[in-house]
Nanobody, 124 residues
C-alpha cells in the first residue's frame, strides 16, 4: 500500500514563507517523479511543481516560478516545497502526488497516488 502524507501547511502573512513536506511509503521512492498540486475554493486543481526522480528536472507553474522551490531527499523518501514571498492568491489546499514514471509533468493524469492535502492560508 502506497501512502502519501503531506505536512507543513498553516496560516502565514503575505510575504512570508512556509515549507511543505511529503513523506511517501510503500513504493521505491527514488524511482519515480513527485509533484505538488493545489486547489483553491471553487477552482480546479492546478499544477504547482514537479521533480524528476534524480532531482535534475524541476518544472514550475508560471505563477510560482522564482518563489517556490521543490526538492527531494531520496534517502528519507520525502519531497519538499519551499514557498517564499507568499501571496493571498497562493491560498489553497496543497496536494502531493507520486508520478507514474521517472519524469512527470503538469497534468494530474501523470500521477497515481495522492495525499489528503494540507491547507495553506495566506492573509493580506
Amino acid at each position: 500500500q502506497v501512502l502519501v502524507d503531506e505536512s507543513g501547511g498553516g496560516l502565514v502573512q503575505a510575504g512570508g514563507s512556509l515549507r511543505l513536506s511529503c513523506a511517501v511509503s510503500g513504493r521505491t521512492f527514488s524511482s519515480y517523479a513527485m509533484g505538488w498540486f493545489r486547489q483553491a475554493p471553487g477552482k480546479e486543481r492546478e499544477f504547482v511543481a514537479s521533480i524528476s526522480r534524480s532531482g535534475r528536472n524541476t518544472p514550475y507553474a508560471v505563477s510560482v516560478a522564482g518563489r517556490f522551490t521543490i526538492s527531494r531527499d531520496n534517502a528519507k523518501n520525502i519531497v519538499y516545497l519551499r514557498m517564499n514571498s507568499l501571496k493571498p492568491e497562493d491560498t489553497a489546499v496543497y496536494y502531493c502526488a507520486t508520478g507514474r514514471s521517472a519524469y512527470s509533468g503538469g497534468h494530474y493524469s501523470e500521477y497515481d497516488y495522492w495525499g489528503q492535502g494540507t491547507q495553506v492560508t495566506v492573509s493580506s
